[in-house]
């Protein structure tokens, strides 16, 4: 029996005592993961584009452009930069994060600093870089000092 649950259509056995099996159908997620399989620099900003560098090949580079928080202030003394889901590049040891200079995120996104990383993600994958990437490496410099004062105080990153 064909069923279609977002775009994912599988068949499976309906009224049997055998445990069902199921078949993924081409469809449009299945390119796009495809397609990340084969890409060597991914470059997005926070949100959900983050989630896809999971998806990466080994080896591969991955640029976090950063936003400016909090939406709405981007123009006043409040608003600073953020690369929100840096965790996720954190967790991924395959691959290598470079992230948009922090300092001048809030100046908007410049055509220089973007083509910077993506040379310098160039020449980390012809180079080649080490495998697993240690993950305080692959935090933006936000989340690196989160971490040096966590250990530093561990009574400023306790829950209670």
């Known amino acids: 029996m064909a069923q279609n649950a977002s775009s994912i259509q599988t068949n499976g056995t309906v009224f049997d005592s055998r ?41 591969s580079v991955m640029i976090n452009i950063g936003g400016i928080r909090p939406r709405g202030l981007e123009n006043s003394t409040e608003a600073y930069t953020s690369y ?10 395959y691959i290598k ?16 600093e973007v083509m910077k990383l993506i040379r310098q993600a160039s020449q980390l994958i012809l180079e080649g870089f080490s495998l697993p990437v240690n993950p305080r490496d692959n935090l933006a410099p936000d989340g690196q000092l989160f971490v040096e004062m966590c250990e530093k105080d561990k009574e400023f990153c306790s829950m209670s």
């Open 97 to 112: 994060g470079l992230y948009y200079p922090i300092n001048e995120r809030q100046k908007g996104i410049k055509k220089d």
């Open 84 to 93: 929100l889901e840096q965790h996720m590049t954190s967790g991924t040891p």
């Open 19 to 59: 445990s069902p099996t199921y078949e993924l159908f081409e469809n449009n997620f299945i390119a796009q993961l495809k397609l990340l399989r084969q890409m060597d620099i991914h470059i997005t900003g926070p949100g959900t584009g983050q989630m896809y560098q999971t998806f990466l090949s080994d080896g």
